[in-house]
């Protein structure tokens, strides 16, 4: 029903009541987690908003096509890549959305094959990582393709990336190293608690990695003001209960500005004193 709705005027406007009452609700609730919810909803706003006219968007770990939904309603001239692991979504993106080029595998450092788990209660949080569920009847095992990112798009001019694959985001990024060169896109990316998935990756990992190639990671509500970046103690630090946020902006150093400004106009702030 959520997929069916996405694109319609009544399903923005629905998902923007929805958004509000959870933040009025964790204001009730967990009055703690207002600016992680807060911070959440900014990024997503955003990034669907901050890629340049006529250039790529790239949406890793796609899901139902919300953000696909919102980029295409505010510019129809931007041009969409989707990357989706599970089969029948990658299936329904591709019936949802004909104009965007989707893709129905997972993507990582590394091309082949992998097993990937699909939470049947809550697909958001399927994942390439070990399932954090105690009821492993609630999971189901899949062989997916495995790709590198370089290899799925290897002309465009990619200006934004969305990541969202619970906690193979660095795999992704490792993938892309011609991309990021080549492009130097803006990149919104989850990074939720640290958790035993298996996977290897750290937030320490994916810092160096980012500085290494020299971007500059903000949180959401910084994007649109005068803000270096994060150092690593305070990205480590920004996990930890209650969480600063989930979703981060790795912007290129030689973009910050830029992005600022961009973000400024479309967050309606002035410049600063």
Same mark, same amino acid.
């Given at each position: 029903?959520?997929?069916?709705?996405?694109?319609?005027?009544?399903?923005? =406007?629905?998902?923007?009541?929805?958004?509000?009452?959870?933040?009025?609700?964790? *204001?009730?609730?967990?009055?703690?987690?207002?600016?992680?919810?807060?911070?959440?909803?900014?990024?997503?706003?955003?990034?669907?908003?901050?890629?340049?006219?006529?250039?790529?968007?790239?949406?890793?770990?796609?899901? @139902?096509?919300?953000?696909?939904?919102?980029?295409?309603?505010?510019?129809?001239?931007?041009?969409?890549?989707?990357?989706?692991?599970?089969?029948?979504? !990658?299936?329904?993106?591709?019936?949802?959305?004909?104009?965007?080029?989707? &893709? *129905?595998?997972?993507?990582?450092?590394?091309?082949?094959? *992998?097993?990937?788990?699909?939470?049947?209660?809550?697909?958001?949080?399927?994942?390439?990582?070990?399932?954090?569920?105690?009821?492993?009847?609630?999971?189901?095992? @899949?062989?997916? /393709?495995?790709?590198?990112? #370089?290899?799925?798009?290897?002309? &465009? &001019?990619?200006?934004?990336?969305? @990541?969202?694959?619970?906690?193979?985001?660095?795999?992704?990024?490792?993938?892309?190293?011609?991309?990021?060169?080549?492009?130097? +896109?803006?990149?919104?990316?989850?990074?939720?608690?640290?958790?035993?998935?298996?996977?290897?990756?750290?937030?320490?990992? =994916?810092?160096?990695?980012?500085?290494? &190639?020299?971007?500059? @990671?903000?949180? +959401?509500?910084?994007?649109?003001?005068? #803000?270096?970046?994060? #150092?690593?103690?305070?990205?480590?630090?920004?996990?930890?209960? +209650?969480?600063?946020?989930?979703?981060?902006?790795?912007?290129?150093?030689?973009?910050?500005?830029?992005? /600022? #400004?961009? !973000? /400024? /106009?479309?967050?309606?702030?002035?410049?600063?004193?």
């Amino acid at each position: 029903m959520k997929q069916s709705l996405l694109g319609s005027p009544f399903g923005r =406007m629905a998902l923007s009541v929805r958004d509000k009452i959870q933040l009025v609700r964790e *204001a009730w609730s967990h009055p703690e987690r207002v600016g992680t919810s807060a911070n959440d909803h900014l990024a997503t706003y955003l990034i669907t908003r901050l890629c340049r006219p006529n250039a790529y968007f790239i949406d890793v770990g796609a899901h @139902i096509g919300s953000i696909i939904s919102e980029v295409v309603h505010r510019d129809r001239s931007i041009k969409i890549v989707a990357v989706e692991a599970i089969p029948e979504k !990658a299936e329904r993106l591709r019936r949802k959305f004909p104009d965007v080029e989707t &893709h *129905a595998c997972a993507v990582g450092e590394s091309a082949g094959n *992998a097993t990937f788990f699909i939470d049947m209660e809550q697909s958001g949080y399927s994942s390439l990582g070990t399932p954090k569920r105690v009821d492993q009847r609630s999971i189901r095992e @899949i062989n997916v /393709r495995l790709e590198k990112l #370089d290899a799925l798009v290897p002309a &465009h &001019h990619v200006d934004a990336i969305k @990541i969202d694959v619970e906690g193979a985001e660095l795999g992704v990024l490792r993938g892309a190293t011609a991309l990021l060169a080549r492009c130097r +896109p803006l990149i919104m990316f989850e990074s939720g608690a640290p958790v035993q998935d298996g996977l290897g990756y750290s937030k320490e990992a =994916m810092y160096e990695f980012l500085s290494t &190639h020299d971007f500059s @990671i903000v949180v +959401p509500n910084r994007v649109a003001h005068n #803000d270096d970046g994060l #150092d690593l103690q305070g990205f480590v630090e920004s996990h930890l209960y +209650p969480r600063r946020t989930t979703n981060y902006f790795a912007i290129p150093k030689e973009r910050r500005l830029e992005c /600022r #400004d961009l !973000a /400024r /106009r479309i967050l309606g702030v002035r410049p600063e004193i």
